[in-house]
């Protein structure tokens, strides 16, 4: 069974899409906003070894056009869909991720994004905060930047339950 050498190229463009979708989630929010020379060559090699794969033989015009055409709807479908839903977005781009919470880092959470004291350091410092002391609030984003809020150093412990507290006065009240 012939199929159309356009049809043809239409899935190959789904597959690859959807396999370059996963793997860039599976490696890791991080990498995307912070490209080494090495990363810019590996986006390069990995560009150019998936092309042929879209396209197969077909290195005609009309190919390449009906591979860029399907991968910008596919673009437009994946934001689309994103948009409507939720959880898809949660699945597809994940979910920001506290590294510090008033003056305290969350080792947990820098182990499991495979983020060093040195990275995490250095994001605050280019947000002009000297130590991770004096932050309120430090942020892995989905898109992997590292989004810093300072606090005042005597304000930065946790807020309190005021409700517990309310009830504690009342309680010393009786």
Known sequence: ???NPYLDIILRCIGVYLFMVLAIRFFGKKELSQLSTTDLVFIVLISNSVQNS???SNSSLSGGLVAASVLFCLNYLMKLIMYH???VKEL???KPVI???HGKIDIAHLHQESISMDELEEAIREHGIDSYKNVKLAILEVDGNISVIAGE???LRPP???HRRKN???ANKN
């Open 85 to 87: 839903s939720s959880s």
């Open 168 to 170: 504690k006065n009342l």
């Open 99 to 101: 590294l510090v919470y």
């Open 54 to 56: 879209m396209v197969g």
């Open 1 to 3: 069974m012939d199929i």
């Open 153 to 155: 150093p005597d304000k």
């Open 160 to 162: 309190q339950n005021k």
């Open 92 to 94: 597809i781009e994940g």
